[in-house]
């Protein structure tokens, strides 16, 4: 074979490593549910902080009595140590997700899984703190009690049902609703990126 037959045979050649106007079309495609992620989570960071802070007055809006307060602020504590604990770790997430580019496949699949592992950890966040707000519950419905019922002979069984009902119910509402935030606000963006990966993978 002389260098002719060479380069010609070098020319019709099909390279694996030649990316596709396609593919780079399905790659940018990935970008806008990537964005809405990412506006998501800085929206997600403002509540968050908003939220953190409220809970530090609830005291003085309820107008609660002087003795609640060293329990109350307790508990808050350990909350806003929790928050900041998993904020933190968003935070980084965040950050990564800015610094991405959807360039290649690799980076594709790097982002989707980095996005689900990350939509796992939030849902830890939120059972995390389903503790904390059945415990503020109880506080708040406890007060409520002690204002129409005489306390000092223990709960009736009527109202030590419905005190369980209500926390069995908040638990498993509150359980509802984090799957669908999740969902909502992150999942079905991911979702989108997850197609772009399985159109890439059947080329």
Request: with cysteine.
């Amino acid at each position: 074979m002389d260098f002719n037959d060479i380069q010609s045979a070098w020319n019709n050649e099909k390279t694996e490593n030649v990316v596709i106007p396609t593919n780079l079309e399905k790659l940018q495609s990935a970008n806008t549910p990537l964005d809405k992620i990412r506006k998501n989570l800085k929206n997600e960071f403002v509540y968050q902080i908003i939220s953190i802070v409220l809970l530090g007055f609830v005291p003085f809006v309820h107008n609660l009595p002087t003795k609640f307060f060293a329990p109350y602020y307790l508990l808050f504590t350990i909350f806003v140590a929790v928050c900041a604990y998993y904020l933190v770790k968003l935070y980084i997430f965040y950050k990564r997700l800015n610094k991405t580019t959807l360039n290649t496949k690799d980076s594709l699949y790097e982002t989707y899984f980095d996005i689900r592992l990350n939509m796992e950890l939030y849902k830890t966040f939120g059972f995390a703190l389903t503790p904390f707000l059945v415990l503020f519950m109880l506080g708040f419905l406890y007060l409520g009690f002690s204002k129409t019922l005489d306390l000092s002979t223990g709960l009736s069984n009527f109202h030590l049902a419905t005190l369980f009902a209500v926390v069995a119910s908040t638990i498993l509402l509150m359980g509802l609703a984090l799957e669908w935030w999740v969902h909502y606000f992150y999942g079905k963006y991911a979702k989108d990126i997850r197609k772009v990966i399985d159109e890439l993978k059947e080329e």
